[in-house]
């Protein structure tokens, strides 16, 4: 019966993604209603319950399977000095570049990166240069970490224009972080007690240390992780849900003795690289570690987790694990005066812990999943041989938003009541939709698009014997089963 043959087996671009996302149901654009909104995406039924999914199965990886992690929900407003003191207020910004015609802003290292991957792109001679930061640049295609002067001077070199054509005004720096008119006292922005909207969840974690230190009974080595809302005024907005301003992380923070620095670094490397494999499911080949260019000057080692998108047609990165020393709580210890260090009865030492980080984007986690397991493929369910084709979205059971589905045959009454009564019975084990809506070859279609592992047909039969067709997504083949049986059945199966 079954006959494969992928038409299209991946999804091969970020339009074609945005469009199935909305179509159906994950993932729409932000406010629309009124022309849309930026670089800002909400999440649909099916998009909410994969994301929820995937950050079950951090927070089960991070806190139930560990001895070693508590966890935090701090709040998106912090007191302004903590962005002073983590270098956010003067450092955290990208290059932008206006184009000088339409005044429409871009990053100026994406300009130059999109450039140079043109295929009629022809490097010009740059021996004549001797900035090394520059020439490196040149040399990897890599824009990232540069001034604007040595991007103002790749700029000229490669005479790049803007997307249309267009000539680019002096590169600047911009700040990333989002900025609140939060407090009474004045509803218009004043530079003096301005607030600002977390750029990152893990600042919440530093500020905690030392009520978690006191309060929670840990001892070195322990780590700290949230979930929670992050944003960041990016500079352009074309890169679907892997870069909007608002977007959630889930971050751990480690706190060790500089001495345990490589090992648990390593460890953490391994542990979350596993992570995506075993409990996510992606292929090693798909994954990969990229290690940061030039390290930031307090950092001890920073590699990035990167999962080669199709839709993008590249590595990129999901997921970041730092080896940052004591930079952040020196830092916060410095600003706010407090002692943030720890005591060590048994050596009677006293130090400022060391902290590894592993921090990742769950947004790009659910654009990752479904960018890994979505397909296409050409069947002929019912060996007729009149071929069809269907998309399936081949999610690992436990991350898909809808674990069964049940479909009466027919709108008949008998056939909805019965039907309801099997959804009500799997209800509150599983995540269940019902759907009487076009012919059971659609609605079959529909739950494969969006990743149903398992459908339940109601039809005349089952009114005489009490039985059902199970219908399983990736090898379409179906089993009669009992209704008695049923909650046994997808025990044993989801
Ligand atoms: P990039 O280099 O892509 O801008 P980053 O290195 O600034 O990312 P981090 O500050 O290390 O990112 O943040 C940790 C994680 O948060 C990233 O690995 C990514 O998954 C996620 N993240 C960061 N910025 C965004 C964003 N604008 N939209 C969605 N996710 C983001």
């Known amino acids: 019966?079954?006959?494969?043959?992928?038409?299209?087996?991946?999804?091969?671009?970020?339009?074609?993604?945005?469009?199935?996302?909305?179509?159906?149901?994950?993932?729409?654009?932000?406010?629309?209603?009124?022309?849309?909104?930026?670089?800002?995406?909400?999440?649909?039924?099916?998009?909410?319950?994969?994301?929820?999914?995937?950050?079950?199965?951090?927070?089960?990886?991070?806190?139930?399977?560990?001895?070693?992690?508590?966890?935090?929900?701090?709040?998106?407003?912090?007191?302004?000095?903590?962005?002073?003191?983590?270098?956010?207020?003067?450092?955290?910004?990208?290059?932008?570049?206006?184009?000088?015609?339409?005044?429409?802003?871009?990053?100026?290292?994406?300009?130059?990166?999109?450039?140079?991957?043109?295929?009629?792109?022809?490097?010009?001679?740059?021996?004549?240069?001797?900035?090394?930061?520059?020439?490196?640049?040149l040399e990897k295609k890599d824009m990232d970490k540069l001034t604007p002067d040595q991007l103002a001077t790749i700029i000229e070199l490669l005479k790049t224009k803007s997307p249309d054509g267009n000539d680019l005004a002096e590169p600047r720096n911009f700040n990333l972080l989002v900025k609140s008119n939060l407090g009474t006292t004045d509803a218009t922005f004043n530079e003096e007690n301005v607030t600002y909207l977390r750029g990152e969840t893990c600042q919440g974690i530093y500020l905690n240390y030392k009520n978690v230190l006191d309060n929670l009974r840990v001892k070195i080595p322990f780590g700290i992780a949230q979930v929670g809302k992050a944003f960041r005024n990016e500079i352009v907005a074309r890169q679907f849900v892997f870069r909007t301003r608002e977007f959630e992380q889930m971050e751990l923070q480690y706190f060790i003795h500089p001495d345990m620095n490589d090992e648990v670094y390593a460890m953490w490397k391994e542990e979350r690289m596993k992570w995506y494999t075993e409990v996510l499911g992606i292929d090693n080949a798909s994954l990969k570690f990229r290690p940061h260019e030039k390290l930031i000057f307090y950092a001890k080692a920073a590699e990035d987790i990167t999962y080669n998108f199709n839709s993008m047609g590249k590595f990129d990165e999901v997921e970041g694990v730092h080896a940052r020393s004591d930079y952040d709580l020196t830092q916060h210890a410095k600003f706010s005066g407090q002692k943030l260090d720890y005591f060590d009865q048994e050596?009677?030492?006293?130090?400022?812990?060391?902290?590894?980080?592993?921090?990742?984007?769950?947004?790009?986690?659910?654009?990752?999943?479904?960018?890994?397991?979505?397909?296409?493929?050409?069947?002929?369910?019912?060996g007729d041989g009149k071929r069809d084709y269907r998309t399936v979205l081949r999610l690992p059971k436990h991350l898909a938003p809808i674990k069964v589905a049940i479909l009466p045959l027919s709108k008949k009454e008998d056939l909805q009541n019965k039907a309801h009564e099997v959804k009500k019975m799997l209800q509150s084990d599983y995540m269940t939709e019902y759907d009487e809506t076009a012919s059971i070859g659609k609605r079959y279609r529909r739950q494969d698009e969006i990743?149903?592992?398992?459908?339940?047909?109601?039809?005349?039969?089952?009114?005489?014997?009490?039985?059902?067709?199970?219908?399983?997504?990736?090898?379409?083949?179906?089993?009669?089963?009992?209704?008695?049986?049923?909650?046994?059945?997808?025990?044993?199966?989801?």
């Open 1 to 137: 019966m079954e006959d494969k043959q992928p038409i299209q087996s991946k999804l091969t671009s970020l339009d074609q993604f945005k469009s199935w996302a909305k179509e159906n149901g994950f993932i729409f654009p932000s406010s629309e209603i009124y022309g849309g909104f930026q670089a800002v995406y909400d999440f649909g039924h099916y998009g909410y319950y994969l994301k929820e999914n995937i950050k079950n199965l951090w927070q089960k990886a991070m806190w139930q399977e560990r001895d070693d992690v508590v966890s935090l929900d701090s709040g998106i407003f912090m007191h302004p000095k903590t962005w002073e003191a983590s270098g956010h207020v003067g450092g955290f910004s990208d290059v932008l570049v206006e184009d000088k015609k339409t005044h429409k802003r871009y990053r100026a290292d994406h300009l130059i990166e999109d450039q140079i991957a043109e295929d009629s792109f022809e490097m010009p001679n740059f021996s004549h240069i001797d900035d090394e930061a520059i020439v490196n640049a």
């Open 347 to 382: 050596k009677g030492e006293r130090y400022t812990p060391w902290i590894v980080e592993a921090s990742c984007g769950l947004n790009r986690l659910v654009m990752m999943v479904i960018d890994h397991f979505w397909e296409m493929e050409k069947i002929d369910e019912t």
């Open 451 to 494: 990743g149903t592992p398992y459908c339940v047909t109601v039809d005349f039969e089952t009114l005489e014997d009490n039985a059902v067709t199970v219908r399983d997504r990736d090898s379409m083949e179906q089993e009669r089963i009992k209704i008695d049986e049923l909650l046994n059945y997808f025990g044993d199966k989801i």
